[in-house]
């Protein structure tokens, strides 16, 4: 049954099974894991931003395509939820229609993207969905009344999911089940539907394709699959994977501002988690997601405890600044991608093969980004 | 020269040993052992995907052997970068010509003389050769004929001396008329004691210049010898040519060539 | 000089005056549209500065520096740290005393960016040739990796960068108020221009730069270590990125740590729309993307950058090497 659900693409390795079901667990019962604020916030970013990476994967490491316009979806959605439910009843129709909205904006924008991706090399599309993204960071930045400028929005959530709609009367767990419960769990099946359905996705017919394309576009011309059509279809579904996150944790923040959507770093945090999770691999954007919500918790702690020590020693103070957090993370990518191309998953998966058959190839050299 | 009646020693200009050429998951080359006489005129002949581009390009260094070894004379090259491989005295025309459009021909000439300075006497005489490279001196190369274009990347592979010359069918596209010039130019450099490794598909050419053959077939060598030894055998020449004519050619040895004694 | 002004010219040098002669349609007043016209120019050629580098290591190497903007930064940064020694010369009403000051400034930036270059290049870019999703990541996270350092270095405050005094204030042609400042570098890099030029069609390793952004692999059979030439591209490439920092931030009279990653936007841009590998592009798109955003900002600021982008779109579809494709031998 399990092989049906995950769509036939297995761990493959012992550890990696282990990691992701520690995993799974965590989130499944974060809300009732103490303290209530922290832990919950930092599971529904995992949660979101699971999708967000793994549909980034679909699109790097399944179907060869680099767009730095991803995140620009993510804020799409953010914002239409945002929008709507500012500007109309916080009402769930009115979430529904937000949604919806975002979708249909994210559609077209990817489609035409894709479409796009036809006359220009990989490299030049890659370029252009990051100036494509500047330009909507701008526009995001600049039309304050629309989008609240760098200040962002605050609105209402539908009452539903509101922590003054209390669902069980007694406690379980010494916790009040109330609205907010009720939307870590909806946040929680829908990224999880999409998760299973993206792992579907590349195990299909229509995934041997994008890979086929990845590998050798004119072969797969010249077979008769139209590289256009599969880029495009591609290209849509995985913008509209990110919008939907957008529009969850949008709900969930009650929030949605430059610094939570189209911020530079958003984009690198991503990149990071899919290099360090693994690229081509699905499962990479939850190891990925998971380390790097550890590593900036705990690893931050860490340099602020060294920082503490470091006091008066010039050089060591201002690496161990907590506003260096960058430089550790620029550091930490560009070890990652020298060393660890595989990232953890594809390390580990690796490893189990080779003692069984022969050691299978790296993804990330096997990348033929071409022309 | 050797007195008559002698045996004449062979030295080896260059050696393949079990060369074996990977291009992505394609097994181009599958164990080419060959070794071409030092001043002779080798032609490699196969039919096309035979792995005679291949052979050259790996030769020169722009694809790397995945297994086994080239030498120019006793040197091992195998693992050397290209322009390395080319400084030790190759010269190079490949199936595409190489020619640098946006540039003169003019500037494609300088560019290929090495030492800094174009021979005066050297080029007055390719002029007389290919004479539209004297015409069109200040043209970008980009708007030559693919015939003309085939002139100005032999011209740049001769011109200065070299020690081995690979040709990559350097006659292909050219008109009847250039072929003559063509084979007379390598006739010139065969004098001056150059070694040249010839793909060609033109038979015609192949017969006239070559001493020695090598013929490939699916990534291997099938036979190495000489012109005569592959001449007189037809079914040589029927399996590696596709058709039976190579048996009937008998182009008659230009005058003045030297006539080998074994 | 090169040959014939030939057939490919005539399409972007109309798309360049056709920008101008529009806008002065939309701008009625033709000061205003000197004005605006002189500092698309002068930006156009700032941009030129620092792209053209970018543009000659993609076109030749198929390398992708997006480390390119820490460059730009080092270089503003440094020519920062001169001025600031040299308050004197700076604030001489000697105007030769100016000059020399800026000259020092950018001198000095380009050697502080060029040593960053050769360090980027062994360090970082030489290990992922031929990569270009690891080139991406890795470059980007080694940009990172600077601009932070140069945050720690010099903190994360603005600081002002002021002009020297005979080169700041304004100039009155026909009207319209021009700043000297634009003047002095629309002359400089007009200079560079010729410069670069003459290094390209006049001495051997421009030669090789040429042809080898054409066929690497003919370059390389003709004997020439190509791979050394690029070192030396590389970093004449971030040296003039460093040049057109100084000249930017005194431009924009204030400098933080940002502003490399801010520019390599426009830079990639500008690259896209004229071609990799082509002085000629770069600097036909730089003035391109200039003059438009110079336009825009006057005419429609806040779709600035978005009409930009949409320019760019336009001209890929049009062309989709850019306005000078190379076409590759290979």
């Known amino acids: 049954m399990s092989h049906n659900i995950l769509s036939g693409d297995m761990p493959r390795s012992f550890i990696l099974s282990a990691l992701l079901l520690v995993i799974f667990v965590f989130l499944a019962i974060a809300p009732f894991a103490a303290p209530a604020g922290p832990v919950v916030g930092g599971a529904v970013k995992a949660l979101v931003m699971i999708i967000v990476v793994a549909s980034f994967d679909v699109l790097i490491g399944y179907t060869g395509i680099i767009s730095f316009a991803h995140t620009a979806f993510f804020a799409i959605g953010a914002y239409s939820v945002g929008i709507s439910l500012r500007d109309f009843e916080a009402e769930l129709p009115v979430l529904f229609v937000g949604v919806a909205g975002g979708l249909i904006v994210t559609a077209l924008a990817a489609g035409l993207i894709g479409f796009c991706s036809m006359r220009v090399r990989t490299v030049f599309f890659a370029m252009i969905t990051?100036?494509?993204?500047?330009?909507?960071?701008?526009?995001?930045?600049?039309?304050?009344?629309?989008?609240?400028?760098?200040?962002?929005?605050?609105?209402?959530?539908?009452?539903?999911?509101?922590?003054?709609?209390?669902?069980?009367?007694?406690?379980?767990?010494?916790?009040?089940?109330?609205?907010?419960?009720?939307?870590?769990?909806?946040?929680?099946?829908?990224c999880g539907v999409v998760f299973l359905f993206l792992l579907r996705l590349v195990n299909s017919p229509f995934g041997r394709v994008l890979q086929a394309?990845?590998?050798?576009?004119?072969?797969?011309?010249?077979?008769?699959?139209?590289?256009?059509?599969?880029?495009?279809?591609?290209?849509?579904?995985?913008?509209?994977?990110?919008?939907?996150?957008?529009?969850?944790?949008?709900?969930?923040?009650?929030?949605?501002g430059p610094d939570t959507t189209v911020s530079l770093q958003i984009m690198l945090d991503v990149l990071l988690m899919v290099v360090i999770g693994g690229i081509g691999t699905i499962y990479g954007a939850v190891v990925g997601v998971a380390f790097f919500v550890l590593a900036e918790t705990y690893l931050r702690l860490g340099i602020a405890a060294l920082h503490e020590h470091a006091v008066g020693i010039p050089g060591l103070d201002a690496l161990t600044d907590p506003n260096r957090w960058l430089l550790w993370l620029g550091l930490l990518f560009v070890l990652s991608v020298y060393f660890f191309p595989d990232g953890v998953v594809g390390t580990l998966r690796r490893r189990s093969t080779a003692r069984g058959k022969g050691a299978a190839k790296s993804k990330l050299s096997t990348i033929g980004i071409g022309e | 020269m050797p007195a008559p009646g002698t045996v004449e020693m062979k030295e080896t200009a260059l050696a393949l040993t079990d060369v074996h050429t990977h291009i992505g998951q394609f097994h181009i080359l599958q164990g080419v052992t060959f070794a071409i006489r030092k001043g002779g005129v080798t032609a490699l002949v196969g039919r096309n995907g035979a792995g005679k581009t291949t052979t050259l390009r790996t030769i020169m260094g722009l694809w790397r052997a995945s297994r086994g070894a080239i030498t120019l004379q006793d040197r091992l090259i195998t693992a050397l970068p290209t322009a390395e491989i080319a400084r030790l005295g190759f010269g190079y025309v490949p199936e595409n010509m190489g020619?640098?459009?946006?540039?003169?021909?003019?500037?494609?000439?300088?560019?290929?003389?090495?030492?800094?300075?174009?021979?005066?006497?050297?080029?007055?005489r390719l002029f007389g050769y290919f004479p539209p490279l004297e015409q069109f001196w200040n043209l970008s190369a980009g708007h030559l004929s693919g015939g003309q274009k085939q002139m100005l990347s032999i011209a740049r592979a001769i011109i200065e001396p070299?020690?081995?010359?690979?040709?990559?069918?350097?006659?292909?596209?050219?008109?009847?008329?250039?072929?003559?010039?063509?084979?007379?130019?390598?006739?010139?450099?065969?004098?001056?004691?150059?070694?040249?490794?010839?793909?060609?598909?033109?038979?015609?050419?192949?017969?006239?210049?070559?001493?020695?053959?090598?013929?490939?077939?699916?990534?291997?060598?099938?036979?190495?010898?000489?012109?005569?030894?592959?001449?007189s055998d037809p079914k040589l020449g029927e399996s590696a040519l596709g058709f039976a004519a190579a048996r009937d050619l008998n182009i008659p040895p230009p005058p003045g060539r030297p006539v080998e004694r074994i | 000089m090169r040959p014939s002004i030939t057939n490919e010219w005539v399409r972007p040098v109309g798309l360049l005056l056709a920008v101008p002669a529009l806008a002065l349609t939309c701008i009625w007043s033709p000061a205003t549209w000197l004005t605006l016209t002189f500092a698309g120019l002068a930006?156009?050629?700032?941009?030129?500065?620092?792209?053209?580098?970018?543009?000659?290591?993609?076109?030749?190497?198929?390398?992708?520096?997006?480390?390119?903007?820490?460059?730009?930064?080092?270089?503003?940064?440094?020519?920062?740290?001169?001025?600031?020694?040299?308050?004197?010369?700076?604030?001489?009403?000697?105007?030769?005393?100016?000059?020399?000051?800026?000259?020092?400034?950018?001198?000095?930036?380009?050697?502080c960016a060029g040593l960053l270059g050769l360090l980027f290049e062994r360090v970082v870019v030489r290990k992922v040739y031929g990569d270009h999703l690891k080139q991406i990541l890795i470059t980007l996270g080694g940009a990172i990796v600077i601009e932070q350092l140069v945050m720690m270095i010099w903190g994360p405050?603005?600081?002002?960068?002021?002009?020297?005094?005979?080169?700041?204030?304004?100039?009155?042609?026909?009207?319209?108020?021009?700043?000297?400042?634009?003047?002095?570098?629309?002359?400089?890099?007009?200079?560079?221009?010729?410069?670069?030029?003459?290094v390209l069609t006049r001495t051997r390793l421009g030669l090789i730069v040429r042809a080898g952004v054409q066929d690497r692999e003919m370059v390389e059979a003709l004997g020439y270590r190509i791979d050394r030439v690029f070192v030396l591209v590389f970093m004449a490439g971030a040296g003039l990125a460093g040049f057109g920092g100084v000249l930017w931030a005194l431009s924009e009279g204030s400098l933080n740590s940002a502003i490399g990653s801010r520019t390599l936007v426009l830079i990639l841009i500008v690259i896209m729309i004229g071609g990799p590998g082509s002085i000629a592009g770069t600097f036909v798109a730089s003035l391109l993307v200039a003059l438009m955003g110079s336009y825009m900002a006057y005419l429609a600021p806040k779709v600035a950058l978005a009409s930009t982008v949409l320019l760019m779109v336009s001209i890929l579809m049009w062309r989709p090497g850019g306005l000078f494709a190379q076409e590759k031998e290979r």
């Open chain 1, 130 to 190: 990051l100036a494509a993204a500047s330009a909507l960071s701008l526009f995001v930045l600049q039309f304050y009344a629309l989008t609240g400028g760098p200040d962002g929005l605050v609105f209402q959530i539908p009452k539903i999911f509101r922590p003054s709609n209390i669902i069980l009367t007694h406690k379980i767990f010494d916790r009040t089940i109330n609205g907010t419960f009720l939307l870590y769990y909806a946040i929680f099946i829908v």
């Open chain 1, 213 to 256: 394309v990845r590998e050798n576009e004119m072969r797969a011309e010249a077979i008769g699959f139209s590289v256009l059509i599969y880029r495009v279809q591609v290209s849509c579904i995985a913008a509209c994977c990110a919008c939907l996150a957008g529009g969850l944790y949008a709900l969930w923040l009650r929030y949605v």
């Open chain 2, 99 to 124: 020619i640098f459009g946006k540039l003169t021909v003019r500037e494609n000439m300088i560019l290929a003389a090495r030492s800094g300075r174009l021979d005066r006497d050297r080029l007055a």
């Open chain 2, 162 to 231: 070299r020690q081995i010359l690979l040709m990559d069918e350097p006659t292909k596209g050219v008109a009847p008329g250039i072929i003559d010039a063509i084979v007379e130019a390598f006739r010139d450099c065969h004098r001056e004691g150059a070694t040249i490794l010839l793909v060609e598909q033109n038979y015609d050419v192949a017969l006239a210049l070559a001493e020695d053959v090598v013929l490939m077939d699916g990534g291997s060598v099938k036979f190495a010898g000489t012109m005569e030894t592959f001449r």
């Open chain 3, 43 to 111: 930006s156009g050629i700032m941009l030129f500065i620092m792209a053209s580098g970018l543009s000659m290591i993609f076109g030749l190497m198929d390398v992708l520096n997006f480390g390119h903007g820490a460059f730009i930064t080092i270089g503003a940064y440094t020519g920062w740290v001169v001025l600031g020694l040299l308050g004197g010369p700076v604030s001489s009403t000697h105007l030769s005393l100016n000059v020399l000051s800026i000259v020092a400034a950018s001198g000095l930036a380009i050697l």
């Open chain 3, 157 to 198: 405050q603005e600081k002002t960068l002021g002009l020297p005094v005979r080169l700041s204030g304004t100039l009155s042609i026909a009207g319209a108020t021009i700043e000297r400042y634009r003047v002095f570098v629309i002359v400089i890099g007009l200079a560079v221009l010729v410069a670069m030029h003459l």
